[in-house]
């Protein structure tokens, strides 16, 4: 794909071939946002405890061969497999993980060893404790073992200089560990991505204060919250705002002025109350699009001055979904990781039929769940409009119909994003 600029592109859709801002395909959709995205350009230094979930900014090279010395993988005895003449060895001594046996071990001989302790001198192999029989300092191998068996050897998990973390890379439990294992106790990180976020509507009343009828409490507040805590981002909440021009005005000016990304909720439709598409196109460069998608259909995305901004759809499920399918992954390379491909999918067999209309994907709320064989299988939630929030809590995936599928029968088999542990 060639790279228009995002004015281009507002003032003359026709600039590229196939670019249909009225029926905008998911992937396509996906892919016009990733061409206009950078990672924040400064870093800084990290303790390992602060840096779970944030992202690499520099490589990680091993400053030492793992393990540093060859050990025993076993409990059992350590000896020299080739100079074995029969099955009986004397034990000459023991050696512990943190204290090392210094003696030189002969033929014949052995060393009671434990696991992770470094091999002695002279020896090769271990035997494990449950194919010896001991007898005072005498033990006989009831089975030979092959010649170095039971041992980790010095770098046989990582060599010295070897890169074990690329640039680029989120920090996951893991990865802490692993930097620990080598001793870096800090590492250079991209900084926290900073994303303002309101809501848009004259309806919608803040939790704690009664509803009158055509009012709605402001949800999306919650949600958005709760999927940026799990990316681990620095959050400003600008609350709910009425569909007021002045007021919207100045609290996009407002989000723009402060946060690297900005989001915003409801008002990107058509409804005679939308002010934020005017506004929008006043203050920066934006691309409305109607995604061929079930729910999501009205989506935003371009600059405000120096903030890339997102509008989504005020239908609280809508919200979800299109956080999951173009949000995530936008804010997750702007915070440096180097790789963001959508969720993962994968196929089961969806025990209910499905109505389904072809020419749009659809992301049906589903819940996974094995069968009396253990078989994993899925099946949607129920009712399925963007309003119902419950279909969310309910799911535990997304059934993921692309445009080419019409209604399924009962046994199909679908695609599912999972919904649990991610980020
Ligand atoms: P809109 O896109 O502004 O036309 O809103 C579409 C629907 O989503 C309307 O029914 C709104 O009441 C509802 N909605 C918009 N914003 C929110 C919100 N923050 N929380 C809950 N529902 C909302
Ligand atoms: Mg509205």
């Given at each position: 794909m060639t790279k228009p600029s995002l004015s281009q592109l507002i003032s003359d859709p026709s600039c590229m071939d196939d670019y249909d801002p009225n029926s905008m395909p998911v992937d396509k959709a996906r892919l016009f946002i990733k061409q206009f995205l950078e990672p924040v350009a400064e870093t800084e230094t990290l303790t390992l405890h602060a840096s779970l979930g944030r992202v690499l900014a520099q490589d990680i090279l091993s400053p030492a061969n793992v393990p540093n010395y060859d050990n025993s993988a076993m409990d059992g005895y350590a000896f020299n497999a080739q100079s074995l003449n029969g099955q009986q060895l004397k034990v000459i001594g023991t050696a512990f993980a943190g204290k090392a046996f210094n003696g030189t071990v002969a033929a014949d001989e052995c060393?009671?060893?434990?696991?992770?302790?470094?091999?002695?001198?002279?020896t090769d192999t271990v035997a494990i404790q449950e194919k010896v029989l001991r007898d005072g300092d005498t033990i006989t191998l009831s089975e030979i073992p092959k010649p170095q068996a039971n041992v980790r050897y010095a770098g046989e998990d990582l060599k010295h200089g070897q890169c074990v973390l690329s640039a680029g890379h989120l920090l996951r439990p893991a990865d802490l560990g692993l930097l620990a294992s080598l001793g870096i106790p800090a590492i250079k990180a991209y900084r926290k991505l900073k994303v303002a976020f309101f809501s848009t509507g004259d309806e919608l009343v803040a939790i704690g204060k009664p509803l009158a009828t055509g009012q709605v409490y402001d949800s999306n507040r919650y949600t958005l919250f709760g999927m940026l805590s799990r990316l681990g981002v620095e959050m400003i909440d600008l609350g709910a705002i009425a569909d007021d021009p002045q007021l919207l005005e100045h609290t996009l000016l407002n989000a723009a002025a402060q946060a690297d990304v900005v989001i915003t909720s409801g008002g990107v439709s058509v409804g005679e109350a939308d002010y934020m598409k005017e506004l929008l196109s006043k203050h920066g460069q934006v691309m409305f699009w109607k995604i061929a998608m079930k729910p999501g259909r009205p989506l935003a995305y371009g600059k405000i001055g120096k903030a890339h901004y997102f509008g989504l759809p005020g239908n609280p499920v809508a919200?979800?979904?299109?956080?999951?399918?173009?949000?995530?992954?936008?804010?997750?390379?702007?915070?440096?990781?180097?790789?963001?491909?959508?969720?993962?999918?994968?196929?089961?067999?969806?025990?209910?039929?499905?109505?389904?209309?072809?020419?749009?994907?659809?992301?049906?709320?589903?819940?996974?769940?094995?069968?009396?064989?253990?078989?994993?299988?899925?099946?949607?939630?129920?009712?399925?409009?963007?309003?119902?929030?419950?279909?969310?809590?309910?799911?535990?995936?997304?059934?993921?119909?692309?445009?080419?599928?019409?209604?399924?029968?009962?046994?199909?088999?679908?695609?599912?994003?999972?919904?649990?542990?991610?980020?």
């Open positions: 060393v009671r060893i434990m696991t992770g302790a470094a091999m002695p001198e002279g919200v979800m979904v299109t956080f999951y399918q173009f949000v995530r992954e936008a804010l997750l390379s702007m915070m440096g990781k180097a790789a963001t491909p959508a969720l993962p999918m994968f196929k089961v067999e969806c025990t209910t039929p499905i109505k389904k209309l072809a020419g749009r994907t659809e992301f049906q709320r589903g819940i996974l769940f094995t069968d009396d064989c253990g078989t994993w299988k899925v099946k949607p939630t129920g009712a399925q409009g963007s309003a119902i929030l419950s279909s969310m809590s309910l799911a535990n995936c997304f059934i993921v119909l692309d445009e080419s599928v019409g209604n399924l029968d009962a046994g199909a088999l679908v695609q599912v994003q999972l919904l649990d542990g991610i980020i």
